[in-house]
């Protein structure tokens, strides 16, 4: 029996709703997502809150070459129901360092004011930063997450406009640790980061080391995370575990203290917004690229 091919890419043509079918993709924990139109130009992830403005969208997932694709179809149209997976094809892809041709297309990015996101490989400060700038460099290793997707540049930005000075911060889904590396740069006492991916917590550990962010920055995995309640909660993972982990981020918020959730498509924020309404006072929904963020206070117990 002949090895299985070191990678799988799985191609869907997502029509005129990419949103939907990547957040659907997201669930088989790819290495990449990719887009490109008919004529095969790919966007390596589109450039902060821009929306790919081709008529037709067709999504590649690059998954390890292992995969059960009959699973994988199965996860797929649940996540898509009623309509169900649109048209697909796997494709067997030969071996190469895909981390490290993706990073290759990833480039300065600056969110908000004064927060900027630097490749790890480049050698030189650019340029265009201003003398004020306050960056981050960042390998994302095995993990999601670089800024460039609209849910974590929704949440950079939020960092960037509140920065979580002396404040105590849980990046919960940290992924690449992007999150809690924004938060220890703009002034954070401390940020706990978690992952149930240990990939995730591991590239954040690098990453946070390759920044002298590491005395800031302690890894755990979700069951070993501390219980006390902290100044800020970031939270960028898909709706539906937020709605699953309502009672557990709830509980790490102290009184009076920040939450920001983002991870879900546009038309979910309400169902989300109302699971969370009893506990928090929180701000009309941030919409970008069909995706949204969330943020407010957790209310006082004698708030009512």
Known sequence: MSAPPAWLQLFVDAGEQPERIEAALAELQPLAITLQDAADNPVYEPAPLATPLWPSVQLCALLPGDTDTEAARRTLNRALA??????HRFEPLADRDWERAWLDDFGPMRFGRRLWIVPATAAHTPREMPDDAITIRLDP???FGTGTHAT??????WLDAHPPRAQEVVDYGCGSGVLALAAARLGAASVLATDNDPQA????TQNAQNNALDPLIRCHAPEELPLSPVDAVLANILAGPLLELRPRLTALVRPGGHLVLSGMLAAQAERVAEAYAADFALDEPVIADGWARLSGRRRHPDAG
């Open 152 to 157: 974590t540049a929704l949440c950079l930005q």
């Open 82 to 87: 009623p309509a169900g997976l649109p048209a």
């Open 201 to 204: 917590l591991w590239a954040t």
């Open 141 to 143: 290793g095995l993990a």
